[in-house]
């Protein structure tokens, strides 16, 4: 009797602990997008694909990256002059770190402690250390620097800048630029791929990525864009992210109001994929299947199945949304 | 069998022979969508802007924000040109032989539109197809969700046809047909431009548009092929196929109708 009763319970308990772990909620995933002409961050559900917070923050949000645990949210408030560290729990300014003037994108250093940031105004490159919070180097760069990318190594941090059409190589051990170079006209956004071998950088005035063979810094290839139906003056390559097996690279075509998938093996374009008007950037939610691009003047961002490469939804978020991250 | 599926069937083949027979008649059916989808929308698709208005849940491409209204193209040509064919069946006498048949006419007619509506869903779905081919594709499920709403809107269109021909009094009054209705009515519709877009250049014409039978069964269309529900097209196009279905029994009603006066 005894027995039949503790099978039934721990049945019972087997019952309930399945049905707990059936109804358990999944872990939340969000996208949060800066909207640099509201001031605000919007917070995507990626589960129903909704705004389902949005935040105050300093002036003209722009760059935004998480730190390694997600525990605190890093915004580069333009206008402010400052990058401010927020807790995404409850959405408070926690302290705000000396950024230099105007800081525009900025990147954390594998450490996990070192911020690089591109002072547009300033033609300087910050780096600060965000526990000490002080600054711990400043490096003259071209003028306007804007993409900012560090190796996966953490050794080398690249600079771009817009005027002086240049990606300018940092080694981070002296902080200290060990080599510029050229690129097509406004260059905006850099990434290491390839497990670090390969930097791709976007130049939106000259409409080309360029990728450079990170050993010898020289250039390996250039990707070209052509949108059928839209003026090449149109096609203006930003921002951009790999697929996590990195054989698909996502590029933003700013006002031709489409991303393409590029082959990260051929170079070669393999689609172009309607989003909304002026596509800045973007990022995937954590298994990669949805890609998540912010539409600068429609306001939205727009949710593309990355699998399918077709566009699934356009989400409405606050004025002019610029930056994008993945928050699990 | 029962003499009223003994019509049914009987009618429906003719229809089907003399549309087999009409090679040319099919392909043509296909080529003025087809040059409405290649030509002018490949022309228009940076030029509209479209903002996003439900089905549609992103941003899409002129092409296939079209399609739906082409598909009721064909199907409100289709439903004209059986209203020619009827009218050519009077002419010839054929017409007279159908109708002195001792079934209801209500019968003989809804057989004739049952024939002529399952001929243009053919025709929809060749047009789909190669849509498809040309990478404009819709949620699966759509194919399937899309075929009763192109059952509504054949038989509300080829109901309109019916009631036309039982106006027109011979084969040379079908120009006046084209040019008064057909033209209108594709053109005051969403078919080739949404409605808001509409709205922004004048109100009457949104208003004449959003009245149009046709937009309905668009939209009806449009949704369908989202497998979206749309009641509101739904009930509108079900009321304007049941009104001009009376319209075209009471037009071949002998006692009372057009038919009688013509002799």
């Known amino acids: ?328 | 069998m029962s003499p009223y599926l003994t019509a049914l069937i009987a009618i429906v083949e003719r229809e089907a022979l003399r549309f087999v027979q009409q090679r040319g008649r099919f392909i043509a059916a296909l080529v003025r969508p087809l040059v409405w989808l290649l030509v002018f929308a490949a022309g228009f698709r940076a030029a509209l802007g479209l903002s996003i208005t439900p089905p549609y849940q992103t941003y899409i491409q002129y092409e296939t924000y079209i399609v739906p209204g082409l598909c009721g193209m064909i199907m409100l040509f289709n439903g004209m040109q059986s209203s020619l064919g009827l009218v050519y069946d009077r002419e010839v006498g054929s017409m007279r032989l159908l109708l002195t048949s001792p079934l209801p006419r209500w019968w003989l007619l809804t057989c004739k539109l049952l024939g002529s509506t399952a001929i243009s869903i053919c025709q929809v779905y060749a047009f789909l197809i190669i849509a498809d081919l040309y990478g404009i594709r819709w949620p699966a499920p759509g194919y399937l969700t899309v075929l009763p709403a192109l059952i509504l809107t054949g038989l509300m269109l080829g109901a309109l046809g019916l009631a036309l021909s039982s106006f027109i009094k011979q084969l040379e009054n079908f120009a006046g047909v084209m040019n008064f209705v057909i033209f209108p009515m594709f053109f005051l519709s969403s078919a080739l431009y949404p409605l808001w877009k509409m709205a922004e250049s004048s109100e009457l014409l949104h208003d004449i548009c959003a009245a149009n039978p046709f937009t309905h069964a668009v939209e009806l269309i449009r949704f369908a092929l989202h497998a979206a529900p749309n009641p509101t097209a739904t009930a509108a196009t079900l009321l304007a196929a049941i009104l001009f279905l009376g319209l075209a029994i009471w037009g071949y009603d002998p006692a009372r109708g057009m038919v009688r006066r013509k002799g």
């Open chain 1, 1 to 328: 009797m005894l027995l039949h009763l503790g099978r039934n319970t721990s049945l019972a308990t087997l019952a309930t602990a399945l049905t707990l772990t059936a109804w358990a909620p999944a872990p939340a995933e969000e996208i949060w997008i800066s909207n640099e002409k509201e001031d605000t961050l919007s917070v995507i559900d990626v589960a129903t694909l909704e705004v389902i917070r949005t935040i105050e923050t300093g002036e003209r949000p722009r760059g935004i990256t998480f730190s390694k645990d997600y525990s605190v949210l890093y915004i580069c408030a333009s206008d402010s002059d400052t990058v401010q560290v927020m807790d995404p729990e409850t959405g408070r300014i926690l302290h705000d770190l000396p950024s230099g003037e105007d800081p525009e994108q900025f990147v954390l250093h594998p450490d996990d402690r070192h911020l690089y940031i591109a002072n547009e105004d300033d033609a300087i490159t910050t780096v600060v250390d965000t526990e000490t919070r002080k600054v711990v180097a400043q490096i003259d760069v071209g003028i306007e620097p804007e993409g900012m990318a560090v190796s996966p190594d953490g050794k080398i941090a690249i600079t771009t800048s817009e005027t002086t059409n240049m990606a300018h190589w940092i080694d981070t051990e002296t902080q200290m630029l060990f080599a510029n170079t050229l690129v097509d006209s406004r260059p905006r956004h850099a990434e290491f791929t390839a497990g670090g071998t390969e930097l791709w950088v976007s130049s939106e005035i000259g409409g080309t990525i360029t990728v450079f063979d990170v050993a010898t810094q020289a250039e390996k290839a250039k990707i070209e864009f052509e949108v059928q139906g839209i003026h090449p003056d149109r096609v203006q390559p930003v921002g951009f992210e790999f697929t996590g097996d990195e054989k698909t690279a996502f590029v933003a075509l700013g006002p031709s109001n489409h991303i393409a998938a590029v082959n990260a093996k051929t170079y070669e374009v393999e689609d172009y994929i309607l989003v909304g008007r002026r596509v800045w950037h973007m990022d995937f939610n954590t298994d990669k299947s949805l890609l998540f691009t912010t539409n600068g003047v429609s306001g939205d961002v727009t949710v593309v199945d990355v699998a399918s490469r077709e566009p699934v939804k356009t989400i409405k978020v606050g004025r002019f949304p610029w930056g994008a991250a993945l928050r699990p």
